[in-house]
């Protein structure tokens, strides 16, 4: 959300008039969170009294007085101690982006989107356009564009052919069978198709010859090991700790990947594959002793939890 907000403040600062006044909750707040809210709103007693969770708290201060003027970034003590380099404290300072950003809002007044709250517990919380933001809503399925492309086959093409239209343009020619083939090969399982292979579909006629070919190819063991190195590389899987000059080497790791390959290839469920990945531990009761081979997976699944980079030997 910091990098968002900081997008947007960059380019109201690049017109002369802004389409639209900065807000507090919108893009002042993600800021603070980011980089203040832990001295100043996270404990019931803030550092030096100023609480920033409120844009209000901001304009009445701490013990050094008010940390904002409305109207006044000039005169506001907020932007004298982050120019400074006072705050935040450390090593991570707010970029120039997100300090422009703060004096352009105060600038425009300080505004807020809403009435703020009279009393707020203590703690940062979440607040409703937190809330808000894409990936904490309930997945939803839109409206399928109507559109008059005759060559759309499925809803994504729908989307894809509506967003064309408004363009003037229109779907590109259904690519050759060959070139479709090729495509399956390499986005499943990472390898080209054998000239037998090749044969074989091109003399498949039949109406569902792409579909079939799909489905086998997503029950090939190639399509975990091609798919699970994408999980593997966000989870920073290695075979060896590389945390200093000591490389040392994790002699179970390969039991974490062999997993991953086996739950894509055995199609577990999301919620499952990340549960597992978390808590697995926390699901096998103790002792652990005659495991079931599910089990056993459960806490393999937990070398999630180490593929970060350790030096505590």
Same mark, same amino acid.
């Given at each position: 959300?910091?990098?968002?907000?900081?997008?947007?403040?960059?380019?109201?600062?690049?017109?002369?008039?802004?389409?639209?006044?900065?807000?507090?909750?919108?893009?002042?707040?993600?800021?603070?969170?980011?980089?203040?809210?832990?001295?100043?709103?996270?404990?019931?007693?803030?550092?030096?009294?100023?609480?920033?969770?409120?844009?209000?708290?901001?304009?009445?201060?701490?013990?050094?007085?008010?940390?904002?003027?409305?109207?006044?970034?000039?005169?506001?003590?907020?932007?004298?101690?982050?120019?400074?380099?006072?705050?935040?404290?450390?090593?991570?300072?707010?970029?120039?982006?997100?300090?422009?950003?703060?004096?352009?809002?105060?600038?425009?007044?300080?505004?807020?989107?809403?009435?703020?709250?009279?009393?707020?517990?203590?703690?940062?919380?979440?607040?409703?356009?937190?809330? @808000?933001?894409?990936?904490?809503?309930?997945?939803? +399925? *839109?409206?399928?564009?109507?559109?008059? %492309?005759?060559? =759309? #086959?499925?809803?994504?093409?729908?989307?894809?052919?509506?967003?064309?239209?408004?363009?003037?343009?229109?779907?590109?020619?259904?690519?050759?069978?060959?070139?479709?083939?090729?495509?399956?090969?390499?986005?499943?399982?990472?390898?080209?198709?054998?000239?037998?292979?090749?044969?074989?579909?091109?003399?498949?006629?039949?109406?569902?010859?792409?579909?079939?070919?799909?489905?086998?190819?997503?029950?090939?063991?190639?399509?975990?090991?091609?798919?699970?190195?994408?999980?593997?590389?966000?989870?920073?899987?290695?075979?060896? @700790?590389?945390?200093?000059?000591?490389?040392?080497? +994790? *002699?179970?790791?390969?039991?974490?990947? %062999?997993?991953? =390959? #086996?739950?894509?290839?055995?199609?577990?469920?999301?919620?499952?594959?990340?549960?597992?990945?978390?808590?697995?531990?926390?699901?096998?009761?103790?002792?652990?002793?005659?495991?079931?081979?599910?089990?056993?997976?459960?806490?393999?699944?937990?070398?999630?939890?180490?593929?970060?980079?350790?030096?505590?030997?």
């Amino acid at each position: 959300m910091v990098w968002l907000s900081t997008l947007s403040a960059a380019t109201m600062l690049s017109a002369n008039e802004p389409a639209e006044p900065l807000t507090f909750e919108r893009d002042i707040r993600p800021i603070l969170k980011a980089h203040c809210l832990d001295c100043h709103g996270a404990e019931a007693e803030p550092k030096g009294g100023l609480d920033l969770r409120l844009a209000r708290f901001m304009l009445s201060g701490g013990d050094s007085g008010a940390a904002i003027v409305a109207g006044q970034p000039a005169g506001s003590l907020l932007i004298e101690r982050i120019e400074s380099g006072e705050m935040p404290p450390g090593e991570k300072k707010m970029s120039a982006a997100e300090l422009s950003t703060i004096r352009l809002w105060i600038e425009q007044g300080a505004k807020t989107s809403r009435p703020e709250p009279e009393k707020l517990d203590p703690g940062i919380g979440i607040t409703p356009e937190e809330r @808000e933001f894409w990936s904490f809503q309930p997945i939803a +399925r *839109p409206a399928v564009p109507d559109v008059k %492309d005759g060559a =759309v #086959r499925t809803p994504i093409d729908s989307f894809i052919a509506a967003r064309l239209e408004q363009r003037g343009l229109s779907l590109s020619a259904d690519a050759e069978r060959l070139t479709l083939l090729r495509r399956a090969y390499f986005d499943l399982t990472g390898l080209p198709p054998t000239r037998e292979e090749v044969a074989e579909f091109l003399a498949d006629e039949s109406a569902n010859a792409y579909e079939r070919l799909v489905e086998r190819l997503l029950e090939s063991p190639h399509y975990g090991e091609r798919w699970g190195r994408h999980w593997l590389d966000a989870a920073g899987y290695a075979d060896s @700790e590389g945390y200093t000059n000591n490389d040392a080497v +994790r *002699p179970w790791a390969y039991k974490y990947r %062999d997993w991953v =390959v #086996r739950a894509l290839n055995a199609d577990m469920p999301v919620d499952q594959f990340i549960v597992w990945q978390l808590a697995g531990d926390e699901l096998v009761l103790p002792p652990h002793t005659n495991l079931s081979a599910e089990q056993i997976d459960m806490l393999t699944a937990t070398g999630f939890l180490r593929m970060a980079a350790d030096g505590t030997g």
